[in-house]
């Protein structure tokens, strides 16, 4: 860990000591959930930022407060205490923490919302102690001591009980289960390593039993979790990688997937494994960054294009009909116009069925802010913003060309988003589902999340399909 991490600890943990407990009327038993709303005196927010560690990060504080009394509600308007879990891996995710912070400053000293704390990432990072005395926030805590926050609403010795492996959404219909946290690379642009540490993996069977016990009480979707989640190692020295622990996995749950993963660390076994085994949805995201060997090295990443294009063709073999998706930075510091163009031809090649495109977003600390601030260093606004909108535009006509070619085909859909309650004019056609290789699919249909239904794709769009009706009763 950097000192960046250290400070940002340390913080956190001063200021979780000095913060008084918000006092509790009625405190219900550790592992008991609060009543309905509006039977507790006590009423909290959580906004979450950023990735899927963060979303599961506020199902464990959720927990925390529900257990401590706490009602959950939407807005800041009708919150006691606010929690903003922060995203920190690019500046804009910052601006509109910010934003929210100004907000919530404001109604804290109209008297409407009376703690703000500040968790994730960015309350890791030095600038949280910034933000603190900018914004008065009552309490700020690091990714590694989220556990702090049960102190803080009035649920002692809290440490043993809200451990990183406590699953936060038991018995609904999808459950996120974290198998490793932090990351043991360095690439040139990420606050990553800085703010959520080093890579810790979880024992095998702790993570199979906590899958047993989350399809035990209804889940029937998976997603395993992890910066590096195929960097996956067996603590106990057996030598098992992540495509061993995938596999009991996927014999235990219904329906798997996997984020996020590193080239350099995915095994072609684990690419064939996703089209041998019925329960893994066959959707392979595969961060590239750049097409540019000279970029990759630049950024550290430690792989070359040619390897990353033989792992797409092994996923394109095992899984023929399955979507990849990538992450791609445009404008990192020293990036040509050569450069650019490599990503393109990557881009072409590998037929991304999408992509998250980023600019580059200079970030304290690492190695590729400095290089940003040498002169010449950086690239200019307007050519980052040309590069961002062609690479863009190149992984959406192909993703768009990939799309057509599912219309017509009858498809077993997910229900993720769905509505409870049967159909209704309101929720038909309202429903989100996901195929089994992957694709998004618009579906109308009145089942509930968690539920499959049948349907033709009739129309697609450069990011999501369009099914028909749905054919016989959801299952
Ligand atoms: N600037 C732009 N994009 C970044 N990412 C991470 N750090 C930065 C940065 N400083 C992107 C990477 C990563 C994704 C989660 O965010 O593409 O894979
Ligand atoms: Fe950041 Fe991912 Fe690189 Fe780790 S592997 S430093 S999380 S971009």
């Known amino acids: 860990m950097n000192s960046t991490t250290n400070g940002g600890k340390d913080a956190a943990k001063s200021v979780a000591k000095d913060a008084a407990p918000i006092p509790l009327i009625r405190k219900p038993a550790a592992g008991t959930s609060a009543g309905p709303p509006g039977?507790?005196?006590?009423?909290?927010?959580?906004?979450?930022?950023?990735?899927?560690?963060?979303?599961?990060?506020?199902?464990?504080?959720?927990?925390?407060?529900?257990?401590?009394?706490?009602?959950?509600?939407?807005?800041?308007?009708?919150?006691?205490?606010?929690?903003?879990?922060?995203?920190?891996?690019?500046?804009?995710?910052?601006?509109?923490?910010?934003?929210?912070?100004?907000?919530?400053?404001?109604?804290?000293?109209?008297?409407?919302?009376?703690?703000?704390?500040?968790?994730?990432?960015?309350?890791?990072?030095s600038e949280a102690q910034q933000l603190e005395k900018q914004y008065g926030i009552d309490l700020v805590l690091g990714t590694h001591n989220t556990y702090e926050l049960a102190e803080f609403v009035g649920l002692p010795g809290m440490e043993e009980t809200y451990t990183p492996e406590l699953p936060g959404t038991e018995g609904e219909h999808s459950a996120f289960v974290t198998i490793?946290?932090?990351?043991?690379?360095k690439c040139s642009y990420c606050v990553v390593p800085s703010v959520r540490g080093r890579m810790v993996c979880r024992p095998t069977e702790n993570v199979v039993e906590e899958v047993r016990r989350l399809v035990g009480s209804g889940t029937r979707y998976v997603t395993l979790l992890g910066q590096t989640v195929d960097a996956w190692r067996a603590p106990d020295g057996s030598g098992k990688r992540f495509c061993d622990l995938l596999e009991r996995v996927a014999d235990e749950a219904p329906r798997v997937w996997f984020t996020t993963s590193h080239p350099s660390n995915m095994e072609d076994r684990t690419l064939r494994l996703i089209g041998e085994k019925d329960t893994i949805v066959g959707r392979l995201h595969l961060p590239v960054q750049s097409g540019s060997d000279r970029m990759l090295k630049v950024m550290h990443r430690g792989y070359k294009s040619e390897r990353y294009r033989r792992k797409i063709e092994v996923f394109r073999e095992s899984v023929p009909d399955g979507t990849l998706s990538t992450d791609i930075i445009v404008g990192h510091p020293g990036e040509t116009e050569r450069d650019h163009e490599e990503t393109l031809r990557l881009v072409e090649d590998c037929s991304f069925d999408s992509a998250y495109v980023f600019k580059f977003s200079p970030r304290r600390g690492t190695e590729a802010a400095a290089l940003s601030a040498e002169p010449e260093g950086a690239v200019p606004e307007d050519v980052a913003q040309r590069r961002f909108v062609e690479v863009l535009r190149a992984v959406e006509q192909n993703a768009f060309r990939r799309n057509r070619r599912k219309i017509g085909l009858?498809?077993?859909?997910?229900?993720?988003?769905?509505?409870?309650?049967?159909?209704?004019?309101?929720?038909?056609?309202?429903?989100?589902?996901?195929?089994?290789?992957?694709?998004?699919?618009?579906?109308?249909?009145?089942a509930g999340a968690g539920r499959y239904v049948t349907a033709k794709i009739e129309e697609a769009g450069p990011h999501v399909l369009y099914a028909g009706e749905t054919l016989g009763p959801p299952s």
Not at 180 to 185: A, P, Q
Request: with cysteine; proline share 1%; glycine share 12%.
């Open 39 to 125: 039977s507790a005196s006590k009423t909290a927010c959580i906004r979450t930022f950023g990735c899927q560690m963060n979303v599961h990060d506020s199902d464990r504080m959720r927990r925390m407060i529900r257990d401590a009394g706490y009602a959950e509600v939407q807005s800041y308007e009708e919150a006691d205490l606010v929690i903003l879990n922060t995203c920190y891996v690019r500046e804009n995710a910052v601006d509109r923490v910010r934003g929210h912070l100004g907000e919530l400053n404001r109604l804290k000293r109209e008297g409407r919302v009376k703690k703000i704390a500040l968790t994730g990432c960015i309350g890791a990072a």
């Open 180 to 185: 490793m946290t932090g990351c043991n690379y």
């Open 410 to 446: 009858v498809e077993e859909i997910y229900v993720r988003h769905g509505r409870s309650g049967g159909p209704n004019e309101e929720s038909l056609g309202k429903a989100v589902g996901e195929t089994w290789s992957g694709h998004a699919v618009h579906v109308r249909t009145g």
